[in-house]
Nanobody
Framework: QLHTVVSGGGLVQPGGSLRLSCASV????????VGWFRQAPGKKREGVAC????????LYADSVKGRFTVSRGSAKNTALLQMDSLKPEDTAVYYCASGVVCGLNAEYDWWGQGTQVTVSP
């Protein structure tokens, strides 16, 4: 089954950093758009960042702009979300998805289980 696998979540103090990694299973993530999403308890899922298939376009939600960075990983078919200056309101389950178009509200083809990120003193 085609899906993504996210790793790297955990507990971090406010102001700290985490790096999430996304890997594809059953398909090539390279040369496809990558979207990063999160969902906090009681809230709708929101797009936080995406990277276009040619790596020329990166989009960020206003809430994370200047703090989060999306990129391709050094390993084949991986992508990264570097999260710096984390805030308690960044606490959520984070997901990555693969699609054709980079957009925070775009449709994505393949998803996977997310990883919990908790920002707390």
């Amino acid at each position: 089954q085609l899906h993504t696998v996210v790793s790297g979540g955990g507990l971090v103090q406010p102001g700290g950093s985490l790096r999430l990694s996304c890997a594809s299973v059953g398909f090539d993530l390279d040369f496809r758009a990558v979207g990063w999403f999160r969902q906090a308890p009681g809230k709708k899922r929101e797009g936080v960042a995406c990277l276009s298939s040619d790596d020329n376009l990166m989009l960020y939600a206003d809430s994370v702009k200047g703090r989060f960075t999306v990129s391709r990983g050094s390993a084949k078919n991986t992508a990264l979300l570097q999260m710096d200056s984390l805030k308690p309101e960044d606490t959520a389950v984070y997901y990555c998805a693969s699609g054709v178009v980079c957009g925070l509200n775009a449709e994505y083809d393949w998803w996977g289980q997310g990883t919990q990120v908790t920002v707390s003193p």
